[in-house]
């Protein structure tokens, strides 16, 4: 069954560019992985410090192996001094 996935980063004050790029890259690193059917990075219209990732993968298994992954796990770290809040991702099926 499909897995979707939603992260929230609202960045710290100054550090609007840095939440940018390295979500970039981080796209650009998890799209031809297994199982990732679907990537991308968001900048909302009203808040330019507020991002998102939307991904939808094959199941939770191949999510779990990319959560695991050592870009992933360093992804998180970063992006943790770059944000005001604790780290926000939400694990998500299809309803109706």
């Known amino acids: 069954m499909e897995l979707f996935l939603i992260a929230r980063f609202h960045a710290r004050e100054g550090q609007e560019d840095a939440v940018d790029q390295a979500l970039k ?44 992954l050592p870009n992933t796990l360093q992804f998180i770290a970063r992006m943790e001094t770059l944000i005001d809040h604790p780290f926000d991702a939400q694990r998500l099926r299809v309803i109706g």
């Open 25 to 68: 890259a981080q796209v650009a690193l998890t799209r031809p992985e297994p199982g990732c059917l679907m990537i991308n990075a968001y900048r909302s219209t009203r808040d330019p410090r507020q991002f998102f990732i939307h991904s939808r993968w094959a199941d939770e298994r191949a999510f779990d192996v990319h959560a695991e």
